[in-house]
Structures are given as C-alpha cells and as structure tokens.
C-alpha cells in the first residue's frame, strides 16, 4: 500500500486547538480576540489552523498569506488577498453594502475592480485601513468571522502596520477572531515583527501560542497513520532525526526512514522533488524563483507551455505533494521546500530565470493584479542583477506602491533607484526625472511613512547639488518639505527652514508654492511674540490662495489665521470665523482643514468657557471622521476635545464613557495620554487616588519619550501636584512646585497657567511671592481665565489666613455663570468657611446646601466630606437635614483626624510648629499642614482662634 505524504491524522494538537476554540467562543460571545500563533517551520502552524477553520463550521474564514519577495513582503498581500475572496464570493455589491456610503473606492488601492482610488492624501492610508476594519467588522456582526494571516515573518511595514491598526482598534465587542502564523526562528533580535508582538502583547484580548515539537509517541502517531498503520522500522531514529518535527517526519518517511537518509535537512527536502521527471524538476526550480504562490496564467507565460503541456508538467509535482493548488494558483507544500529549491539554483540560473518572469511581466502586464504587478517586476529585474531595467520598473514601482499607500514600499522603491543612479548614466532621461527630483519624492514619502530623519537626511542630500541662486524654487520646496518634516520630529530649525523657503519665493507672479510656504510659516510659529508675524503670515497667504485658486491652501490659511486671532475674550467673534473657515475647508473638498477647523474651533471654544457649544462642535467633528471613515484616528483625536467640556461641566460619567471607549481602541500614545490625563482630573475629585496614580504613571511614561508643548506639560504637572498633596507626600509636592516654577515657561499659555496656580497654593507653605508674581504677569483672557483669576485671589489670601468672603463670592458666582459645578462647590464651600470664620452662619448655610448638592451631583466624595465636616461643625443642615447637635467625642464632630487631635491639643498649650514637630516626631512642614487643615475644620482664623475654640468646647478637659 502507499503511504501518505501527509498524515490524515492530525496529532498533538488537542491543546492548542482548545486554546483556538477558546478564542472563537469568546468571539462568538461578543469578545474580539486575536491570537498570534508562532513555532518553528515545519511545526505545523499552517496545519493547525487549517483543522481549526475545517472544524468552526458556522464561522467565516478569510485566508491569507504575506508573500515572501526577495528580502521583503508583497504589501498588503493577505489583505489582498482577503479582499479578491470577498469580493469573488460576495460581489461588487455584497461588499459596497458593507461599507458606509457603499463607498469601495478605498478599497481600488488594493484591488483595481473596486474602481478608480480616490484622491490621494496624508488621510488616504488611515481612511484605507478604517474600511478595511469597518468591512471586516460588518462581516462578523453578520456571522462569526475569523481572520488567517499566515507567514507574518514576510510581512512588509505596510502589512504589519494594517494588523497593528486591526488589532488595536477593532470594536472589543465584535466576533471577529484573528489567527497570525510566524516562524519563531526567523525573528532574529532586530526583527521587524519583534516590536509589533511586544506591542499588540499588551492589548487585553491579545494572546500567543507557541507550537512545540511532537513527543515521540506522537511522531509515533504521526508516522502510523502516514505509513497507514504499518510498523516503522526505527521510529527512535526517525524521531531522533526529525526532533519532533512534523514537515521533517514526513521527510524522513518518505525517504524510508532507515540509515541511508539525507546529511542535510536542504536534501532532505530536496529529496522529492528530485524524484519528480527531468522535466517537472525544471518547471519547479522555474516556479521557486516566482515565489511561494503563483498563478498559473504567470507560470504558464513564464514556462512558455500551453495549458495542456503545462498541466502535464506539474501533475507529477501535485501527485508527490510537492506543490498544491489553490484555485487558480499552485504553491509548494511547504515554504520550505520551496527555499531549499530556489537556495539550490547556481547563480546563472537564478539570473536567467529571474529575467524570464520579468520579460514575461513586460509582455504582459495585466498577467498579474495591480499593484502587485508592478512591484513584482521591480523584484525579478533587481534579482536579474540588470541596473538599466531595475531602475526603471523601481521607478515606476514607486508610483503603483503610493497609489495603494504602501509608503513604505514606495520608500524603498525610492531608495534602490537612488542607489542604483551612478550605473545608469542615462538615468535621468530614461525615468522624465532628475536625482533632485527623485530625491524630493523619497523626502515626501519618508515623511508620509514615519521616517522623519531619513527624510530630513535625504533634504539634506538634495539641497547640497542644488544652487539656490539658480534654482531657487525648488530649493524653496525641499526647506519647505525639511521644515515640515522637522516640525513633526520636534526638531529644531523648522521656522528658519519656512522663512527661507518664504524669501527663496518670489512674491510676484503670485504662487500657490508660495500661498503654501505662507500658510505653513504661519501654522509653526507658537513662540511668545509671534502672533503679529503669524497673523500677517496667514493673511498673506489668504490672500495669494484666493488669487491663485488654490482653495485648500486658502482654507488652511483662514484657520490658521482664524485661531491666531482667536481671543477668548470675544468667542462669538470666533465663531463666526470659524464657521466661515469650515464652510471654506468644504468647499475645498479637504478633509484634512476641515477636521483642522473643528480641533481648532472646539479647542477656542472650550478656552473661552462655552463648554456645552466646545461639546456640540466636537460631537460634530467625530460624526464627521465617522462619515469620512476615520472615526478610529481621527475621532480618536477629537475624543479629546469631547471629554475636556464634559469634565468641565461635571457631566465626568459620560466623560469616562467616552474616555474608555476610546482607550479600548489603544490610540496613539500622545492621544491616549491626554485622555488618562482628564480621567486623572476625574478621579483625584472623586478622591479614587490609587486610579489617579495608575494613570499619571501611565502619561509619565509617554511624556518622558518625547518632547510636548506647554498645553500637555502644564496639566501633566498640575495633576503629579494635586496627586502628591492628597497623598500627604508634601516635601515631594513642594519641590515639583519649585521645579516648575523654575523650568517652566509660565507665561505663553495662560489658560493652563492659571489652573497650575491654583495646585501650587495648596501645598504646605506655597511660595506665595514667586505664585504672585506670576498670576501678576498673567493675562486674564476670557470669563474662564477671570474665574480662574478670582480663585487664585481667593486662595492666595486664604493662604496667607485671611478669609475674604467677598472673593470666594465672586469667584463661586464666576464658576456658576460657566455652569462648572465642581468649581463652584469649591469657591462655596470657600465662602463658607470664610462665613463660618466670621461667625455669619445665616450666610454659610446659603452656601454650604448648594455646595454639597453640587459634589453629591458628580461624586466628588472627598469634597463632600468636606462640606459635611464644616456644616457639622457650624450646626447647618445639608439637604433638609435637622442641624448637627454639639460634638459628643474628642473632635469627632469637627471631623478632626486623630494626628490632628493631637496637633491641636498642642497648638492649645501655647506649643510652636517646631516644638509640636520635636514633639511628635514629624517635620514642621507636615506640622504647618495639619495646622491650616485643624483651622479650616474649625473655621478658625488662627492658631489663637483655634485654641479658644478648643477650650470653649472643652475638647480636651479630663
């Protein structure tokens, strides 16, 4: 009897198919999940999940596979692939209805039956990828749905950026399971694919499988059923051989098994193929130079052989399991088998055959799928070793890679043109480009890729063989570009860049160049004193644009200029402006300045202290994204916006719904700190400290990684102070003060200066001069900034003991008119005190009922507490309640703790902070601290205040 090549049995994987099967019920529930699935080749990865989708009968598989070309993956390729299934088996318009609008023009970048893509732009590969998410998503909510991408080994940048993006931000609640296959043993240290599994390792529905080698019962097994159920005649040495290694057992089998066996696993593998006919062997070292998988009308151009011949031809290799078909493709067995061919071919061959897949693809072009085809020639003429031809089919490689916004293959593309100039001396000619040029389009896509050096390196190297005498505009576009893309890093020199590029373009003809160079000029500049240049800047620009025509130049311009301008003192100024500046971005048809304009004009609003209109505009701005199909990256960004207002107005549960929905998608790492920085401000309210910390931890570790602007930095340090206070770690809170004081610009960005102030106040002994004078160089723009002006007031003089009633009053009133309910029960409960202090309780108990319903409202517990202790203490009823009766116990009914029981028995023998320090063994600072504390629950004034009050109440006779 024959024996099999492959065993019908599948053996020892009863535990990982659990570990899968476990993961599809967790999707079938509701629960995306992904599982990365990684061994070495020939373990049996491909197998494993073959059985698994064979055996989940009621859910959808979509199978695909990243292609190995040369050194680097095919981009997109198992998208692809996935995509030409769907599309065969649902049709144009199965998949139109399961995208928003019916839109698939997207979805041309990877398949051309979809249509013409639509206009390029920085938004082209973010709305790409949210489709493809959004296709697939709609897809499982129809029925379980599980995503194969096998061989993730091979996948280029933009393949493995696509996965991150699926996998980060895939709905959490969606039956979608992704299965990744790798080979552990190829991610050598610097691996591409290494960061990517740390990365999607710490997302929570992320887990890896490791597929061991067989046991040797297993191998047993295994070689049971391949021999049907016949003895092997040494299963020790077959297994000593093979290590458990499945592909290698089949190997080994299929050569006897005995003594006689191959030296080396490369003729192990090669063993059957060389049992293949003369002619077939050929044909197989024909098709190992087309890769893993190829289509038959591309082996048959190649090969030279009509149907029938070319069907006699690899009938052998199909029957000795060599190659398998998949439709109308064939791919070896096994990858490796397919390497151990191509490995085998002598140098001259590999050149000769090379040439002949891409004569053939000149030939014929359509033999293969844009832009596949394109990408496929440039491969086999590099491989061909032919510089002439390799440079041109990169060069137009390049262009089919930025059409389906495969950047970073465009890049390389790029770069093997440049690299490949000195031994094409006609080089110019041939490609309509000379080295500048191509050198300008690297800098555009490795700025578009995320390769900010190397773009800033290439604009280097393009501006050395230009002379900006002679060629000043197109030295003007590489300053421009250099300036950008320095922007972007935060590296220095990207304003003297723009200015340069500003004065190498003649103001006359009028240029959209020159309308460009403007408006970009104008957006960089954010230093103290650079509003008037800014304003003129984009005016100018403004001006150019509409003469020019060019209308999304303009319509950047006029919201650049629009929020230059942009003064919180006259918000409905502002929003006319604004108005005009979206009516502008889309007449222009440019998402990009119409989401510019929304950041922007809810960011103003918000600023200005019109939270709920900052709220709306935001809301608005994410059904925008939603509609435009970036609803993950850009609503992402404008989540920020949303949540700001929504804290503001103490509406925090629907803030923190926001907030974590967002999160759950794992945003940008800038993005996703400015989110846990306004769920910070959310739980030290609500006094869950430990929460606070968790999330202060976690925007420490992205700030630390980058340099940010004064409107991140500055909440970032109010929240570590306001978190160190609550903590009672008050030496560590006093030297944040000073550091901050000390490094801190604070005098930019007035609008998180003051909210900064008010922290600083609250640790024990502020240093209150240094506070002073800079709320006295402040600016105070906006009813926002005026509360926050009459706080700082307020606090300040109640920090030096004076409590001035009349301040809290007006700052309370202030709060109330911006419908900020957290604010306003602190300047009440302020009021009060001061009330309380100055025995007016008929005007505390005005204030303190309102306070606590405000706190009870958005669940700020330990200001509550607080406006509970003071109304106990002062017999005001809260909420109906009858008044609080005398205290019964040693300061209970002032709500003292018991350290500041203790203080004050000290402060009422006549003792000193140094003396109460020596005392009890703390430092007179945290003396100072329990002091203020002891005089605000008793709404004393003084330490002598409090000591007759202790007296009076005889709170420490016996």
């Not at 159920?229 to 040495?237: F, K, M, R, S």
């Not at 970032?716 to 610009?745: C, M």
């Amino acid at each position: 009897m024959r024996a099999h090549t492959v065993s019908p049995l599948f053996v020892g994987r009863a535990d990982e198919l659990a570990v899968l099967e476990g993961a599809l019920a967790r999707a079938r529930s509701g629960s995306a999940s992904t599982v990365f699935v990684g061994g070495e080749a020939g373990v049996g990865k491909t197998r494993l999940v073959r059985e698994f989708t064979e055996r989940s009968d009621d859910a959808l598989a979509l199978v695909g596979g990243c292609l190995e070309l040369g050194v680097d993956g095919l981009p997109f390729a198992p998208f692809t692939a996935v995509l030409r299934k769907l599309a065969r088996d649902l049709g144009h318009d199965g998949v139109a209805a399961l995208l928003p609008g019916g839109a698939t023009r997207g979805l041309a970048r990877l398949l051309p039956e979809f249509g013409e893509p639509e206009r390029e732009g920085a938004e082209a590969r973010a709305r790409l990828f949210e489709q493809i998410l959004g296709l697939l998503e709609r897809l499982a909510d129809t029925r379980p749905t599980i995503l194969v991408v096998e061989d993730a080994h091979w996948a280029d940048r933009s393949t493995r950026d696509l996965l991150s993006f699926l996998v980060r931000y895939q709905r959490p609640d969606v039956p979608l399971l992704t299965l990744v296959t790798y080979r552990a043993d190829e991610l050598h240290r610097t691996h591409p694919l290494r960061p990517l599994l740390a990365e999607l390792g710490r997302v929570d529905w992320v887990t890896r499988l490791d597929l061991r080698r067989l046991s040797r019962r297993e191998v047993g097994q295994q070689a049971a059923s391949i021999l049907h159920g016949e003895p092997v005649a040494d299963i020790d040495l077959v297994y000593a051989r093979s290590e458990g290694n499945p592909l290698f057992v089949e190997a080994l089998l299929s050569e006897g098994g005995g003594e006689t066996l191959p030296d080396s696993l490369r003729d192990l593998l090669l063993a059957s193929v060389e049992r293949l006919p003369e002619e077939t062997q050929e044909l197989m070292r024909l098709a190992a130079a087309g890769g893993a998988r190829i289509e038959h009308a591309m082996l048959s151009a190649v090969a030279g052989a009509d149907d029938g011949d070319l069907s006699r031809l690899l009938r052998p290799a199909v029957a000795g399991n060599v190659l398998v078909v998949d439709g109308e493709t064939y791919a070896f067995r096994h990858a490796l088998i397919r390497e151990a061919v191509h490995d085998d071919l002598l140098p001259g061959e590999r050149t000769r055959l090379h040439t002949r897949f891409a004569e053939a693809l000149e030939a014929d072009p359509g033999i293969l799928p844009a832009p596949r085809s394109a990408i496929e020639l440039a491969h086999h003429w590099h491989a061909a070793h032919n510089p002439l031809w390799a440079l041109i089919s990169a060069w137009h490689a390049a262009a089919a890679a930025r059409k389906a916004a495969a950047y970073d293959e465009q890049l390389r593309m790029l770069t093997r043109v440049l690299e490949l100039w000195e031994a094409v001396p006609d080089a110019a000619e041939r490609i309509a480009a000379d080295h500048v040029d191509v050198l300008r389009q690297a800098v555009t896509v490795a700025h578009l890729a995320g390769e900010f050096e190397r773009g800033i390196s290439l604009a280097k190297a393009a501006l050395r063989e230009i002379d900006t005498a002679t060629d000043p505009i197109r030295a003007a576009r590489l300053l421009r570009q250099r300036g950008l893309v320095r922007y972007d890093l935060g590296r220095a020199g990207y304003v003297e860049d723009l200015r340069t590029a500003a004065k190498l373009v003649p103001a006359e003809p009028p240029t959209s160049l020159r309308a460009q160079v403007l408006e970009n000029l104008a957006r960089v500049l954010s230093e103290h004193g650079d509003r008037a240049e800014k304003e003129a800047t984009a005016e100018e620009a403004m001006r150019i644009a509409q003469e020019v025509g060019d209308a999304d130049a303009e319509a950047h311009a006029l919201i650049t200029l629009t929020w230059a301008g942009c003064r919180y003192s006259r918000t409905e100024d502002e929003i006319a402006a604004f108005a005009r500046a979206r009516e502008n971005a889309g007449r222009a048809g440019s998402y990009h300045a119409l989401m510019r304009a929304v950041i922007f004009e809810s960011d103003a609003l918000e600023g200005g202290g019109w939270h709920e209109r900052a709220a709306e505009v935001a809301r608005r701005g994410v059904a925008d994204a939603e509609a435009y199909g970036l609803a993950r990256t850009s609503g992402a960004f404008l989540a920020i916006n949303l949540v700001e207002p929504l804290v503001s107005l103490g509406r925090w549960d629907e803030a923190s719904e926001v907030v974590e929905r967002v999160l759950e998608v794992a945003p940008p790492a800038p993005y996703r700190a400015s989110l846990q920085g306004l769920a910070t401000d959310i739980a030290l309210a609500r006094g869950d400290l430990d929460r606070a910390e968790s999330l202060i931890r976690a925007s420490r570790a992205v700030f630390s990684r980058g340099t940010y602007r004064n409107q991140t930095i500055l909440p970032h340090l109010r929240r570590e102070i306001e978190l160190l206070v609550a903590r009672g770690r008050h030496d560590e809170a006093s030297a944040l003060v000073e550091r901050t004081l000390d490094e801190q610009d604070l005098e930019i960005t007035p609008r998180y200066v003051w909210p900064l102030l008010l922290a600083c106040l609250r640790v024990v002994d502020p240093p209150l001069p240094r506070l002073r004078a800079v709320a006295a160089r402040l600016g105070v723009e906006g009813e926002l900034q005026r509360a926050h002006s009459l706080t700082f007031t307020a606090e300040a003089a109640q920090t030096e003991g004076v409590l001035d009633r009349g301040a809290w009053d007006a700052a309370a009133a202030a709060w109330a008119a911006l419908r900020q309910p957290y604010a306003e029960a602190c300047a009440l409960l302020g009021a009060a005190r001061a009330a309380v202090a100055a025995g007016e309780r008929d005007e505390a108990a005005l204030s303190l009922p309102r306070a606590a319903e405000l706190a009870a409202r958005v669940g700020a517990r330990p200001l509550a507490a607080e406006i509970g202790s003071l109304a106990r203490r002062a017999r005001i009823p809260l909420s109906g309640e009858p008044a609080p009766a005398e205290p019964v116990s040693e300061g209970a009914g002032f709500g003292l703790t018991a350290r500041e029981h203790e203080v004050l028995g000290l402060v009422a023998a006549g003792r000193s902070n140094r003396e109460i320090a020596g005392e009890l063994f703390i430092s007179a600072k945290t003396v100072s601290v329990h002091v203020s504390n002891i005089l605000a629950k008793l709404g004393a004034a003084s330490r002598g205040e409090a000591a007759a009050t202790a007296h009076r109440l005889r709170l420490f006779e016996g």
